[in-house]
Structure formats: C-alpha cells, structure tokens
Antibody, heavy 119, light 107 residues
Framework: QITLKESGPTLVKPTQTLTLTCTLS??????????VGWVRQPPGKALEWLVV???????RYRPSLKSRVTITKDTSKNQVVLTMTNMDPVDTATYYC???????????WGQGTTVTVSS | DIQLTQSPSFLSASVGDRVTITCRAS??????LAWYQQKPGKAPKLLIS???TLQSGVPSRFSGSRSGTEFTLTVSGLQPEDFATYYC?????????FGQGTKVDIK
C-alpha cells in the first residue's frame, strides 16, 4: 500500500522556520520518474502548489516562495523534508505532500498537517 | 505563470444530474491537465490525468475532455458521494498551478 504522512509542528511563531517531514511508504524516491511535491491550502481557500523534488534530485519551486523554501530528500529514510523560513500568519494552512509524476499529476496524497502561524 | 480559470465557482445540483465544470488555461498546456476531487477535511483525490484518462477505481460517470485550452470535467449522473469541491491543475510547466475550485453542492 502506498502512503505518505506529513509530520511537524502545528503552531509556529512569526519569523520562525517551519520544518515538515513527509514519510513515504510503499514506494521509493529512488525510482526513476518519481517525485514528491508539497501543496498547501489556507483555511477556506484553494490549493496552492509549492515545490517538488524528483528521484534524480531535480527540484522545482514556486517562484514567489523560492527564497524561503528548501526541499530535500533522504532516500534511506524514505523521507522528504520541507523547510520554510520567516513564517508569517498568511502561511497558516494545511500542508500536504503527495507523490508526483511529471506531466501527470499528484496521484497519492498524505492526510495533511495543519500549521498555524501565530504569536 | 499559467492561470487556470474554473467556472462556475459554485454549482448547485441534484442527485442524478449531469454536471459540467470548465477549466480554461491562459496559454497552451497540451493535454497536461489533471482533475481532483476534495471533500471537507480530506486530502484531494486525483480523478483524471492527461485531460481525459480516468484513474483506476474512479467511477465511469466521471469524464474529462479538452478543446484547445478549454478543459471540461463531466459527471454523468451525480451521486451523493460526488458532492465536493473540484480542482483542475496544469502539469505542463512550472510553477504548477491549480484552478480556484468549483464547489458542487446539493440543491
């Protein structure tokens, strides 16, 4: 069974750095063509694509967030880590990770983790 | 960035209705468009990839089509479990972008 699960803090203060981990099961990020992406959804709003990392370590970022976002993978641990610096209340959202194939879409999603940015 | 404009934003329908949602891309994306269904409090679910390829396990009442830069998701015979929000996503070029969503509610 293919699953992804997000983990990390539920509350961060403004200006702090957010670190979220996506733990993969049932597939490997070392398999050709596979990627893992992050999408967020502010309360009551639409989905927003953030970033993707591929099996070959190719990374693509949302330009408006590129200076704040870092994505890395640890294939041995089957994990992908998202780091977002200088958090602001507008970054309050549910953050999802999902398996991604280029030119195809995001076919398996984690359950999401809700992050609130507040002092 | 490629903009995706979904219409309508909100749709009220009855069980058994045929429902059509449109997604217009601001520039050509070939057929690199996906459709997702999202229910409240849940993660999105991929329904259709490549504009018209139904994912395994998705009921055949769902279908997708393309005409130029206009894409359509059709539900033929709406079922109670289909009341949800639907999003299109272009996967042609980065940054990937989503439409603003179409909420399908019970009339």
């Amino acid at each position: 069974q293919i699953t992804l699960k997000e983990s990390g803090p539920t509350l961060v203060k403004p200006t702090q750095t957010l670190t979220l981990t996506c733990t993969l099961s049932g597939f490997s990020l070392s398999t050709s063509g596979v990627g893992v992406g992050w999408v967020r959804q502010p309360p009551g709003k639409a989905l927003e694509w953030l970033v993707v990392i591929y099996w070959d370590d190719d990374k693509r970022y949302r330009p408006s967030l590129k200076s704040r976002v870092t994505i890395t993978k640890d294939t041995s641990k089957n994990q992908v880590v998202l780091t977002m610096t200088n958090m602001d209340p507008v970054d309050t959202a549910t953050y999802y990770c999902a398996r991604h194939y280029a030119l195809y879409g995001m076919d398996v999603w984690g359950q999401g983790t809700t992050v609130t940015v507040s002092s | 960035d490629i903009q995706l404009t979904q219409s309508p934003s909100f749709l009220s329908a009855s069980v058994g209705d045929r429902v059509t949602i449109t997604c217009r891309a601001s520039q050509g994306i070939s057929s690199y468009l996906a459709w997702y269904q999202q229910k409240p409090g849940k993660a999105p679910k991929l329904l259709i990839s490549a504009a018209s390829t139904l994912q395994s396990g998705v009921p055949s009442r769902f279908s997708g089509s393309r005409s130029g830069t206009e894409f359509t998701l059709t539900v033929s015979g709406l079922q109670p479990e289909d009341f949800a929000t639907y999003y299109c996503q272009q996967v042609n070029s980065y940054p990937l972008t989503f439409g603003q969503g179409t909420k399908v509610d019970i009339k």
